[in-house]
């Protein structure tokens, strides 16, 4: 397991624009910077920390429980370097917020999805850990998320996620086996953040709200995507937020 650059003094770190001290052990992380305000109007306080390019950072607490939301950008590279400053300042627990196509055909848009696991279809993972290495959640981040999507009755899916680079390049073949084999949902980040957790050793999962679906029959317009997936990313915020509660109460950062 390899350990986090230690940092030297009252370093402020290069790219999120943090020192030790800014960041709590629990820390969601969306890509879209819009999405971090709309999730610290959930919390019951939250201090801007910094913001530098992808990365806009806010601590505060939900229900005692301390939480940093730091956005990550788009794809494999941006969001690396999040996750691994993060981690320099003591983050210990990650919950990953962020939009999906749905995969197979009975998914709505706009379904909360916890991707367990993830076919490591991009690049940056691959610098890390060797392709067969699996990119896979942590069993108590992923339960607590399943966990307050059951008990507030919001339907959901859970199963295997596709992580991948070309956002405009669609490979038919394989999205059709992929979709066979039960991926449920296509993004860009979660591969990259479960396997740095195994590189780094800290727990780490996800939940994503889907955003479109390639097999739909009936396409929605891009307005009518737009409102299915807020829907969703309420439901994916309140999940967020619920689980590292219940982490907190756990005391899953002690370890």
């Known amino acids: 397991m390899g350990k986090a650059r230690e940092l030297k003094g009252n370093e402020i770190l290069k790219h999120i624009r943090c020192k030790m001290g800014d960041v709590a052990p629990y820390v969601i992380t969306p890509g879209d910077p819009a999405r971090v305000k709309r999730i610290v109007e959930h919390m019951d306080s939250a201090e801007f920390i910094a913001e530098n390019r992808e990365y806009t950072v806010y601590?505060?607490?939900y229900k005692g429980t301390p939480i940093?939301?730091?956005s990550h950008g788009?794809?494999?590279?941006?969001c690396s370097i999040a996750f691994e400053e993060l981690i320099?300042?003591?983050a210990k627990v990650f919950i990953r917020v962020g939009s999906a196509g749905g995969r197979?055909?009975?998914?709505p848009i706009g379904t909360p999805v916890v991707i367990t696991a993830s076919f490591r279809g991009e690049g940056t993972s691959k610098v890390y850990l060797p392709a067969?290495?699996?990119a896979v959640a942590d069993l108590d981040v992923t339960n607590a998320m399943i966990a307050v999507l059951k008990e507030s009755g919001t339907p959901y899916?859970?199963?295997v996620g596709y992580c991948r680079d070309a956002y405009y390049v669609q490979d038919q073949n394989l999205n059709a086996l992929l979709t066979e084999a039960g991926v449920m949902a296509a993004e860009q980040e979660a591969a990259i953040l479960y396997i740095i957790g195994s590189k780094r050793g800290v727990k780490t999962g996800a939940v994503?709200?889907?955003?479109?679906n390639i097999w739909l029959e009936n396409q929605p317009t891009i307005e009518e995507k737009e409102i299915l997936y807020r829907q969703g990313e309420s439901h994916t915020i309140r999940t967020a937020l619920e689980a590292m509660y219940k982490l907190y109460q756990q005391g899953a950062h002690e370890f």
């Open 68 to 70: 940093t939301v730091c």
């Open 88 to 90: 320099m300042l003591g």
């Open 157 to 159: 899916r859970a199963g």
């Open 132 to 134: 067969e290495f699996p």
């Open 208 to 212: 994503v709200s889907t955003d479109s």
């Open 59 to 61: 601590t505060g607490t």
């Open 74 to 78: 788009i794809g494999g590279p941006a």
């Open 104 to 107: 197979q055909k009975d998914i």
